[in-house]
């Protein structure tokens, strides 16, 4: 069991098990992750070298470069981390508690209730009120989702099976509602809430979205990791769980809504990206395996990644035409998809 | 030690009972199998005695004490049980698995404790599977597999443990294995045992106490060469046999009439 460290420090009775291999895997990503943020915010219409990108970031840039690389490219970049790994770790979460490889924020209904919740918002109420409201309207309507989607399954406890086929007739059923007000309605309109339902990060500030996004994600993902041996010991079924000790609905409850918050949180600032929630948990299981105590941040990690690649491609093969991100991880992901679905096909 | 016992049981499934006042105590320490047709419900009964089932009326004891009012780790210390046929996630290792059955013992801090670590492999090793301990579980053949799950409720150290079915879908060779094994388990360590089990003449060489269920209701319990007779079967079964002592180790081994042309 070399392969394994204890980590315990007797007096405060703090004990685990890690396993060296994913340490190294995580160290790996975070270098990998970090090096992208450098190399992509210098990349753009005008190229500024990755030595003078990090002198920016450490304040020490020529004051032009300040401008692009601060106030333009890296809230843009670290959006893309924060709903990258936000929506990777949604994602692992449901695989987890609904038992279900297929399982993530956009197959369950999830994503699609918070875009129904956003085109909503701009339909009736954005010449009102001031946009900046748009993402509590996307974690509402997230929730809204979550709520028909207890409601609907119950019968002695949500059980998997049948979350995942009313999750998936939900995300089908506000899908078209979202069109059917898209299709309905002004050009204007529509085009805004085409772009959101896509999935786009263009033009992300400091103020209006990192701000926004990031004390989400920094006390739900440690809040969603702590819940780790509760999704491992629900990943062995119910029947386990249960003799195991475990309160298999109340932690299923729980974890569900951290997943919710944060794919609604994601979805809020980033739009309906799509693919993420599905493909960075399948990658990181390749990886890492299923123990979820690694799983998560190889997850959340894969989840920034594949955002970063797919946005700075999205800007910068029809530059200087911007693409919403989301084509292109629905662009990866699609491939993926099918391949999973092939492999699975004697399942 | 504990004692398991139902008192005055029904259990209701859609509207259904199942049972209606059953009352039935597990012998302490010994290995109890439950026998009956299919759908007799003697799986309704091991889950209902570990706490799966809420019955509609009456109790599931444990030690007196009614256990839907025992927190849930607490009765997780004492009682264990492994479903039939359980699915492990893709590419969980066994020592992963067997971690799991100190859930009960961890907190959200201590994950990974001495004792943890000392019952861990005590499991494994009771088992017989420390050379596979990082292989995942999907990759083992069927009686492997099974092993590393009875490795898991092991590691929940408690006094008595159910399998439901534990040798379906396993070959005749690790049919045996596994039946061994918990046999070993309860000769050295005392554990009550208690499982539901298809083959009548494994549950007679493998019991101290059967306990024979039809249509909801005990039929007849006690030791294997008391309670099998040709009636017995016959009623419970509806199988015409004849039974015979069994050539290694005398317990009753029935032989099925059937059919068959005659010579």
């Not at chain 1, 949180?265 to 309906?272: D, P, S």
């Given at each position: ?112 209730g918070a875009s129904l919740g956003t085109v909503l918002f701009v339909f009736f109420l954005s010449e009102k009120v001031s946009i900046q409201w748009a993402p509590l309207a996307a974690i509402g309507g997230a ?34 509602i979202s069109y059917m007000f898209i299709i309905s309605g002004s050009f204007i309109l529509a085009n805004k809430s085409m772009i959101f339902m896509t999935g786009s990060i263009y033009g992300s500030s400091?103020e209006k979205d990192?701000?926004t ?51 609604g949180?994601?979805v809020a600032i980033g739009g309906a ?51 919403p ?23 | ?263």
């Amino acid at each position: 069991m070399s392969k394994y460290t204890p980590l315990r420090w007797n007096k405060t009775k703090l004990s685990f098990l890690i396993e060296k291999r994913t340490l190294w895997i995580i160290a790996a990503l975070l270098v990998l992750c970090a090096t992208l943020v450098v190399i992509s915010t210098g990349i753009g219409s005008k190229y500024v070298s990755p030595l003078e990108v990090i002198q920016s970031i450490a304040g020490k840039g020529s004051s032009m470069n300040e401008v692009i690389i601060m106030k333009l490219r890296l809230p843009r970049i670290l959006i893309a981390v924060l709903v990258g790994a936000s929506l990777a770790v949604a994602g692992a979460v449901l695989q987890g508690i609904i038992r279900n490889p297929l399982a993530s924020p956009d197959v369950t209904g999830i994503t699609e209730g918070a875009s129904l919740g956003t085109v909503l918002f701009v339909f009736f109420l954005s010449e009102k009120v001031s946009i900046q409201w748009a993402p509590l309207a996307a974690i509402g309507g997230a929730f809204v989702v979550t709520a028909l989607l207890y409601l609907l399954s119950w019968k002695n406890g949500a059980s998997p099976l049948r979350m995942i086929l009313i999750g998936t007739g939900l995300s089908a059923a506000f899908k078209s509602i979202s069109y059917m007000f898209i299709i309905s309605g002004s050009f204007i309109l529509a085009n805004k809430s085409m772009i959101f339902m896509t999935g786009s990060i263009y033009g992300s500030s400091w103020e209006k979205d990192v701000s926004t996004l990031l004390p989400w994600v920094l006390i739900l993902l440690p809040l969603t990791w702590i819940q780790s041996r509760h999704v491992n010991v629900q990943a062995l079924g119910d029947d386990v769980a249960a003799s195991a000790g475990a309160n298999v609905q109340l932690h299923r409850l729980i974890l569900l809504l951290l997943s919710v918050a944060l794919a609604g949180a994601a979805v809020a600032i980033g739009g309906a990206i799509t693919f993420i929630g599905l493909m960075a948990p399948h990658i990181a299981r390749k990886l890492v395996g299923s123990s979820f105590g690694g799983l998560l941040p190889v997850s959340a990690l894969l989840g920034a990644l594949i955002l970063l690649i797919s946005d700075l491609i999205a800007r910068t093969l029809f530059a200087p035409l911007d693409i919403p991100a989301g084509v292109f991880t629905a662009a990866i992901g699609v491939p993926f998809f099918l391949y999973l679905l092939y492999r699975n096909r004697n399942a | 030690m504990s004692i398991l016992e139902a008192k005055n049981l029904a259990v209701s499934y859609g509207g259904v009972f199942i049972f209606d006042h059953l009352n039935l105590e597990i012998p302490e320490g010994k290995i109890t199998v439950f026998i009956g047709s299919n759908g007799c419900g003697k799986s309704t009964l091991l889950r209902s005695l570990a706490r799966l089932l809420k019955p509609a009326q009456g109790e599931i004891q444990l030690d007196g004490s009614n256990i839907s009012s025992m927190p849930s780790k607490t009765l997780a210390k004492q009682l264990s049980l492994l479903p039939q046929g359980p699915v492990t996630p893709e590419g969980l290792t066994v020592l992963q698995l067997v971690k799991q059955g100190r859930y009960p013992y961890q907190s959200w801090l201590q994950q990974w404790s001495k004792e943890d670590e000392q019952a861990v492999h005590a499991a494994i090793h009771a088992t017989g599977m420390e050379a596979l301990t990082e292989r995942s579980v999907d990759s083992l053949s069927g009686g492997q597999r099974q092993r590393a799950w009875i490795a898991m409720t092991l590691a929940q150290q408690t006094d008595i443990i159910l399998l439901d079915e534990p040798t379906t879908y396993l070959d005749l060779t690790h049919q045996i294995d596994v039946l061994d094994l918990l046999h070993e388990l309860n000769e050295r360590d005392g554990r009550t045992i208690v499982m539901v089990l298809h083959d009548i003449n494994l549950a007679c060489r493998y019991a101290d106490h059967i306990v024979a269920i039809q249509d909801g209701a005990v039929y007849t319990q006690g030791r294997p060469s008391d309670v099998i007779h040709p009636e017995t079967i016959e009623s419970v079964f509806r199988l015409k046999c004849q039974v015979i002592s069994d050539p290694i180790y005398g317990t009753p081994m029935i032989v099925p009439q059937g059919k068959l042309r005659k010579k």
